[in-house]
């Protein structure tokens, strides 16, 4: 009698906890320092997840590393829900960089839900005598060894994809790490470097200011921020060159299955409010949703994707 009272007791306690979940603030831990454009699109949804359920959501940001340390304390955190990592693309490329983490993306987390996607722009120095991607290639060629590209660090983003671009338009091109996009881009605008690729939040003041000029944008359809930008597709006949700083959300793996469901709903719930989705726009985000199974799916893909290019361009960061 009593086995079958503690087995009743425990099929109710979920759905009740569920029901409750939050009651307390939510924890969101955040690889990147305040004030950068990922802080600032983890805020934004933050605030609206916070708002429609009724729970101040707290984000804490946990830069260094990569973003490892962020990752492996989102990994050992309590999986009671009250723990959310607002993960990156960095998570798909780390595995292939790091010999050694204190994580593991595919057995330590459960996949939430994409939040939003910032899409890669290619920019070069003005001064350059190119006006398309076409022009870009065909000087690169004609001056081989005499070409650089800046990125925002070995093994970043910004560094695979130029790797990739090089490759796969046969350019003999310099690599220049930097710690940090803003440096890089500086010595973009000042010729220090010729072209570089990056998101397009931080790209687009430059262009603006007409201190860069964009070539192309690196995903397979046109922004409403650089609508005359055509895509690498259009520009350079490279079908299914996608590159873009994805982000989204995932928590420890044994965290309850109708917590992760709420904690869905409520991204796929933010992603329709007007208000951040044009306050994504403002950062060149693209605001993205979907299932947890789909998320799932996509992590897994990106992950292989990456560990090829992170091994075609030899890149490590150990």
């Not at 087995?7 to 306690?13: G, T």
């Not at 990156?88 to 983490?101: N, W």
């Not at 000029?213 to 520009?235: F, G, K, M, N, Q």
Request: charged share 15%.
């Amino acid at each position: 009698m009593k086995l079958l009272f503690s087995i009743l007791l425990a099929c109710v306690a979920v759905p009740a906890f569920a029901q409750s979940y939050p009651s307390k603030p939510i924890r969101m831990i955040l690889a990147f320092p305040p004030g950068g454009p990922t802080d600032i699109n983890a805020r934004i949804f933050a605030l609206k997840m916070g708002e429609s359920m009724n729970q101040q959501i707290v984000v804490d940001n946990r830069p260094g590393a990569g973003g490892n340390i962020a990752a492996a304390e989102a990994a050992r955190a309590p999986a009671d829900g009250y723990t959310i990592f607002y993960n990156t693309s960095a998570i798909a490329i780390a595995p292939s960089l790091y010999s050694k983490l204190n994580y593991d993306v595919l057995k330590d987390y459960a996949p939430v839900a994409l939040t939003a996607t910032v899409p890669l722009v290619l920019a070069v120095n003005p001064g350059l005598p190119v006006r398309t991607v076409q022009d870009l290639v065909a000087y690169a060629k004609a001056n081989p060894q005499k070409m650089n590209y800046g990125s925002s660090g070995t093994g970043t983003i910004t560094h695979l994809a130029g790797a990739l671009f090089a490759t796969q338009m046969g350019l003999a091109m310099q690599h220049i790490p930097y710690k940090g996009s803003a440096p890089a881009l500086v010595d973009v605008a000042a010729g220090q470097t010729q072209m570089m690729i990056d998101t397009i939040n931080t790209v687009l003041p430059y262009v603006k200011d007409n201190r860069l000029r964009a070539l192309a944008i690196a995903i397979p359809r046109r922004s409403s921020a650089l609508p005359d930008v055509p895509t690498l597709e259009e520009a350079a006949k490279l079908p299914g060159f996608e590159m873009s700083a994805w982000q989204g959300v995932v928590v420890p793996v044994a965290t309850p299955k109708d917590v992760v469901s709420k904690l869905n709903a409520e991204i796929n719930k933010a992603v329709q409010n007007a208000d951040l989705r044009q306050r994504l726009a403002t950062q060149g985000a693209e605001p993205l949703g979907g299932t947890s199974e789909e998320y799932a799916t996509y992590i897994r893909a990106e992950l292989v994707r990456w560990t090829k290019v992170v091994k075609d361009s030899g890149a490590k960061a150990d």
